[in-house]
């Protein structure tokens, strides 16, 4: 399996442009995270999917972000217009189930996201 | 608000000693606790849980205690070997939001 793809690796761009960071999870997961890390909060859980379903998109940070999920096998986060303090690596997630802990989440390697 | 807090940012420990990492956590509602180990440039990848009606868990080298009262759990590696250099997170599940909330990490350096 080739575990949880993220693309790209490295984003550097301008403020004001439109980010776009894409995932696919491991097949037959049907959860979906997405998180940001930073120095300050460490990795903090943006919003998750279930069955392609936004369940709790509360830790999204401004209206800025969005998501979506399509479809099973492909998620984006979407950050328009980007800003400085957007800077950090973003990590897609998935697992088997939503609820239980036994479900582990399954990270795929980040993106590095910088905003000039 | 912080309900997850590893409070010391880094351990140096010498090649077969033990390693011991500590978080701490605020919410008692919480069900599995959980750690996971990061090396740079890639994911976090799940090391280790326990359910919260144990107090401890092992699984070889790694073995994690839970004390409830206190809203503490560690992890122990015994005995650290280099290649256990990495950050560590803690984390704690909900299985009222299903969300797992992560610590700030501890990075572990190991010393041949």
């Known amino acids: 399996d080739a575990g949880v793809i993220q693309s790209p690796r490295h984003e550097v761009t301008e403020m004001g442009q439109e980010v776009t960071l894409r995932c696919k999870p491991i097949s037959g997961h049907n959860s979906l995270f997405w998180y940001r890390q930073t120095m300050m909060r460490g990795l903090e859980l943006l919003i998750y999917f279930n069955n392609n379903v936004p369940i709790d998109d509360s830790g999204m940070p401004e209206d800025r972000f969005s998501a979506k999920m399509p479809n099973a096998s492909f998620s984006t986060l979407k950050i328009q217009p980007s800003e400085p303090r957007d800077s950090a690596v973003y990590f897609c997630a998935s697992s088997l189930g939503r609820m239980g802990a036994k479900n582990i989440q399954y990270f795929g390697a980040g993106t590095r996201l910088s905003v000039l | 608000d912080q309900q997850v807090k590893q409070n010391s940012p880094s351990l140096s420990v010498q090649e077969g000693r033990i390693s011991i990492l500590n978080c701490d956590y605020t919410?008692?509602?919480?069900?599995?606790f959980l750690w996971y180990k990061k090396y740079p440039a890639e994911g976090p990848t799940f090391l280790i849980s326990i359910s919260s009606i144990k107090d401890k868990n092992e699984d070889g080298r790694f073995t994690v205690f839970l004390n409830k009262s206190a809203k503490h759990l560690s992890l122990h590696i015994v005995p650290s070997q280099p290649g256990d250099s990495a950050v560590y997170f803690c984390?704690?599940?909900?299985?009222?939001?299903?969300?797992?909330?992560f610590g700030q990490g501890t990075t572990l350096q190991v010393k041949p």
């Open positions: 984390a704690a599940f909900s299985s009222n939001t299903g969300k797992l909330i």
């Open positions: 919410n008692s509602m919480f069900d599995y």
